[in-house]
């Protein structure tokens, strides 16, 4: 099954933007309007996920996200991942938050 793939830098901004990463990567660094799930925890929360709108799905590199993308499409939902994960969002030089007080950075 074939999963659509955006740049983070065509997200749109009103974007639902699923975050799939570990809770340390997240704290690390993380987009400001991005909802947090971890890949370990999206079976078991996936009533948490809109039905009704695109889910853009992101990790690290891509890799989960990917993965994720494709069972919510399995499901039946919208979803496309973010290509090159928050590696590409860094670089793209868009928006990121830390929980830490410290510059966010991708862990």
């Known amino acids: 099954m074939s999963v659509p793939e955006i740049d983070p ?3 749109p901004s009103d974007a639902y933007l699923l975050d799939v990463r570990e809770q340390e990567e997240w704290v690390a660094g993380h987009a400001p ?3 947090h799930i971890p890949m370990t925890q999206i079976q078991g929360r996936v009533d948490e996920v809109p039905s009704d709108r695109t889910v853009y799905v992101v990790c690290r590199v ?3 996200s990917m993965q994720v993308a494709a069972w919510l499409t399995q499901l039946g939902r919208d979803a496309v991942n973010v290509g090159g994960g928050m590696q590409s969002w860094e670089s793209a030089r868009r928006p990121m938050v830390s929980e830490t007080g410290q510059p966010p950075f991708v862990a």
């Open 9 to 11: 830098s065509a997200l």
């Open 33 to 35: 309007e991005a909802v």
């Open 62 to 64: 891509g890799g989960r």
